[in-house]
């Protein structure tokens, strides 16, 4: 079985404790350690309460992990970003967009993986009522996934409230937040760090899942790790009219170290798109 990574000792350069979603998913696949290691990333930004666009998260993320091989104790390291909003193909759906990224110092070679999902809790509300922020509360699994709070109109950057777990926190939170507000009313938001929300934290251990086993995979060229889909093909035709939808039509899966790439069909064998779904059959 190929194990690259067995008993290997993997920095994870991010904060938020997303280690206890991550370590025993890469001791289970890989047989590695993952150790917390302690890099300023708030320097990157955090949370901005909107997807940015694939090329920017995946750019911070990755200095995030340069950062992590920069400080010099680990060959391997690991970091994290999540990103959330609406889904980029289904605007009306909240969305959770995880990436997950490695750098292998030794073979010099950089793998990451990412996975857009709805199982998100993410919305937020202007709010000057109690009852209705009670409501609010209901609907985002409140006291199992925390809230922030905070005047609507701000000016000091220090009057917020993170990790709201209780009825009588989300009260008094609700009145110091409302008189502190230009307008009266407060913000109120779902605490979208991994340690304050379970359900980013299912998704951050999917996305480990995806990550350990394409390091389990080897190129069949080079025998690197990393083997898995670098990008997708689309133009899947409609079954009826055969006009080329966007759907993905072939997965192209490469090496992250050589040159070697392979073109497949779809892995979950859809082979056709049902004219439901045609902007030419169904506009
Ligand atoms: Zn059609
Ligand atoms: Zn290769």
């Known amino acids: 079985m190929f194990r690259p990574y067995e008993n290997a000792q993997i920095g994870l350069a991010t904060k938020h404790a997303k280690k206890t979603a991550i370590a025993p998913i890469f001791k289970s696949i890989l047989g590695a350690e993952v150790i917390d290691l302690d890099v300023d990333t708030d320097i990157l930004g955090a ?5 940015p666009r694939i090329g920017s998260a995946l750019e911070t993320v990755k200095r995030k992990c340069e950062m992590g091989i920069e400080k010099g104790f680990f060959d391997f390291c690991l970091a994290s970003e999540g990103s959330f909003g609406p889904h980029p193909d289904y605007p009306f759906i909240p969305c959770d967009q995880e990436i997950l990224y490695f750098i292998d110092n030794l073979k010099k070679i950089h793998v990451w993986a990412t996975i857009f999902s709805n199982k998100t809790n993410y919305n937020f509300k202007k709010t000057t009522s109690f009852p209705e922020l009670l409501e609010f509360s209901k609907k985002v699994k409140f006291p199992t996934h925390a809230l922030i709070i905070r005047p609507n109109i701000w000016e000091n950057k220090n009057h917020i409230f993170k990790g709201v777990q209780t009825e009588e926190g989300l009260k008094y939170s609700l009145e110091v937040s409302m008189k502190r507000s230009k307008d009266g009313a407060a913000w109120v938001e779902t605490d979208m760090r991994a340690h304050m929300n379970p359900s980013r ?71 056709s798109v049902d004219p439901s779904m045609c902007k030419m059959c169904n506009p």
């Open 47 to 51: 949370f901005s309460g909107e997807v």
């Open 201 to 271: 934290m299912s998704v951050i251990q999917e996305v480990a899942r995806k990550l350990a086993n394409q390091l389990n995979t080897p190129c069949p060229q080079c025998n690197s790790p990393g083997w898995g889909i670098k990008r997708v093909e689309r133009g899947l035709k409609c079954s009826y009219c055969s006009f080329e939808t966007d759907w993905v039509k072939s997965e192209i899966y490469g090496c992250v170290f050589c040159s070697c790439e392979f073109k497949q069909l779809r892995s979950d064998g859809i082979m």
